[in-house]
Structures are given as structure tokens and as C-alpha cells.
């Protein structure tokens, strides 16, 4: 897939690089209590967006990947190899924490086991998140300066 001629891949990354380390930050924040009022609505947006745009990042690598003529056990098929194994990594994580804030909003006003679960889960997962983001993105600018 092409716009004017560019892959679409590295068009998309963008929005995910930016929508999936801030529903990181929103998901920590919401460790803190009295903030969790003010935060709910943004980790659920931003906690579904990012795992869609993560989700259409990955799609659209693929197809990327399908386009390149890549030797097996070549410095750039095993960068990007790295990349690939990550982003499913980052993949899984967005999904989790979207269902996570989607949990959140939904127990928000119901007391009980499940919500404080949900509480200290949102926030390890948005750490998952920006951490996973992080190296993913890495792995990918170095696997294209390999190549």
C-alpha cells in the first residue's frame, strides 16, 4: 500500500508513535486516585485509538515487508526480523490496555475486587506500552538503516 508513491507504513507508524505512548502516560496517571475522575474518558479514547493505529501500523508493515527482497540471515532481514517480533509484542500490550480502560471506564462507579485489579493493572500496562513503544520504534529505524 502507497500514497503518492511512499509506503504507508512509515505515514501510519506516525500516528501510533504518538497515540500509543500517550495512552501510556494517561494509563499511569491513573494511579493516582483523585485523578482517575479527570483521566477516564482519555485513557479509553486513547487506549482503543492506539491500539487500532498500532494494529494498521503492523498491517501495513507486513505489507512492506512483502514488497522488499529481503535474504534470509542478512543484517537487514534480521533487523527488521527484531522490529517484527517486537511490534507484535507492542501489538498484544495496546490490546490489553485498551480492554484495561475499557474495563476502567466501566467499573469506575463500582466498587469491588475487579476495579482496584483494574487500577493497579492500568498503569503496569501503560509502562508495557511506552516501554515496548520505545524499543519497537528503535528496532525499526535501525533495521532501515541497515538496509
Given at each position: 500500500m502507497t500514497i503518492n508513491g511512499l509506503p504507508?507504513?512509515?505515514?501510519?507508524?506516525?500516528?501510533?508513535?504518538?497515540?500509543a505512548?500517550?495512552?501510556?502516560l494517561l494509563a499511569v496517571g491513573y494511579a493516582i486516585p483523585r485523578m482517575r475522575d479527570r483521566l477516564r474518558?482519555?485513557?479509553?479514547?486513547?487506549?482503543?485509538i492506539s491500539a487500532v493505529l498500532v494494529w494498521f501500523a503492523a498491517f501495513?508493515?507486513?505489507?512492506?515487508?512483502?514488497?522488499?527482497?529481503?535474504?534470509?540471515?542478512t543484517p537487514g532481514a534480521e533487523a527488521i526480523r527484531h522490529h517484527e517480533d517486537l511490534a507484535g509484542k507492542l501489538q498484544f500490550s495496546?490490546?490489553?490496555l485498551g480492554a484495561l480502560a475499557l474495563l476502567g471506564w466501566w467499573l469506575h462507579e463500582?466498587?469491588?475486587?475487579a476495579r482496584t485489579a483494574v487500577s493497579v493493572?492500568?498503569?503496569?500496562?501503560?509502562?508495557a506500552v511506552?516501554?515496548?513503544?520505545?524499543?519497537?520504534?528503535?528496532a525499526g529505524a535501525r533495521a532501515v538503516w541497515v538496509n
Amino acid at each position: 500500500m502507497t500514497i503518492n508513491g511512499l509506503p504507508l507504513h512509515p505515514l501510519v507508524v506516525h500516528g501510533a508513535v504518538v497515540a500509543a505512548p500517550l495512552a501510556g502516560l494517561l494509563a499511569v496517571g491513573y494511579a493516582i486516585p483523585r485523578m482517575r475522575d479527570r483521566l477516564r474518558p482519555w485513557v479509553l479514547a486513547l487506549g482503543v485509538i492506539s491500539a487500532v493505529l498500532v494494529w494498521f501500523a503492523a498491517f501495513t508493515g507486513g505489507d512492506l515487508e512483502s514488497t522488499m527482497h529481503l535474504v534470509p540471515g542478512t543484517p537487514g532481514a534480521e533487523a527488521i526480523r527484531h522490529h517484527e517480533d517486537l511490534a507484535g509484542k507492542l501489538q498484544f500490550s495496546t490490546w490489553v490496555l485498551g480492554a484495561l480502560a475499557l474495563l476502567g471506564w466501566w467499573l469506575h462507579e463500582r466498587p469491588g475486587a475487579a476495579r482496584t485489579a483494574v487500577s493497579v493493572l492500568l498503569p503496569i500496562g501503560g509502562i508495557a506500552v511506552i516501554v515496548l513503544c520505545v524499543m519497537t520504534g528503535d528496532a525499526g529505524a535501525r533495521a532501515v538503516w541497515v538496509n
